[in-house]
Each structure stands twice: as structure tokens, then as C-alpha cells.
């Protein structure tokens, strides 16, 4: 089992940035997709983006393309979700989740993170 650490989430307001980070136990990234999801209140959890770092292919949901930014450090065996334009609507927990595959449904991702909250308000 893959051990996740999410960490960034905070207060922002609209149109402000985060960097949510995800700090996994893996002693290597390499076979592993990681991906993000959020939960808002009374919504269901949806996947957001991933990362492939069998070859660093990226995936977006339509509402975080143009605003938001994957991307990887293998040297620390974590991973990052910048977030740039934030909405009110970007308001949830956001999760980072490990997988082989980067197919953004949280069926397919059997390691979880424990969460981190993003509020966007003025």
C-alpha cells in the first residue's frame, strides 16, 4: 500500500493560486500514476488531473485545463498540483491518490491521501 501526505490546501481568494503537494512512500515514481481529486460538499469526488510517470503523459478534467498544472519530482517522490485562477467553485478537499494508470476515477486508485481543504472566498 501506497502511502500518501497531501499538504497546501489553505484559504484564497478568487482568482488567487496554491500548490497543493502529494509526498508518497514510494521509493521511486516510475510505474505509478498519481492523481488528484476533490470532494465538495454534498458532491461526489471527481477526479481532477493526473500524472503517468511511466512516460509524464498529464490529464485534465475541463474545468481545471488552462488553470491548473501537474507536475513531478522524483527526487522527492512527490508530486504537485498548482492551481492557478481559482474559483469559488474549486472549493473541496483535495486528495491525491495512487494508481498504475491514469484512468480518473477513484475506483481505479487503491491508495488514498488523507485530504487537504481549499477554500476560494473573498
Known amino acids: 500500500q501506497v502511502q500518501l501526505v497531501e499538504s497546501g490546501g489553505g484559504l484564497v481568494q478568487p482568482g488567487g493560486s496554491l500548490r497543493l503537494s502529494c509526498a508518497t512512500s514510494?521509493?521511486?515514481?516510475?510505474?505509478?500514476?498519481i492523481g488528484w481529486f476533490r470532494q465538495a460538499p454534498g458532491k461526489e469526488r471527481e477526479g481532477v488531473s493526473c500524472?503517468?510517470?511511466?512516460?509524464?503523459?498529464?490529464y485534465y478534467v475541463d474545468s481545471a485545463k488552462g488553470r491548473f498544472t501537474i507536475s513531478r519530482d522524483n527526487t522527492k517522490s512527490t508530486i504537485y498540483l498548482q492551481m492557478d485562477s481559482l474559483k469559488p467553485e474549486d472549493t473541496a478537499i483535495y486528495y491525491c491518490?495512487?494508481?498504475?494508470?491514469?484512468?480518473?476515477?477513484?475506483?481505479?486508485?487503491?491508495?488514498w491521501g488523507q485530504g487537504t481543504q481549499v477554500t476560494v472566498s473573498s
Open positions: 514510494l521509493f521511486t515514481l516510475d510505474g505509478y500514476a
Open positions: 500524472i503517468d510517470n511511466t512516460d509524464g503523459s498529464t
Open positions: 491518490a495512487a494508481s498504475r494508470a491514469c484512468i480518473l476515477e477513484d475506483r481505479f486508485f487503491p491508495s
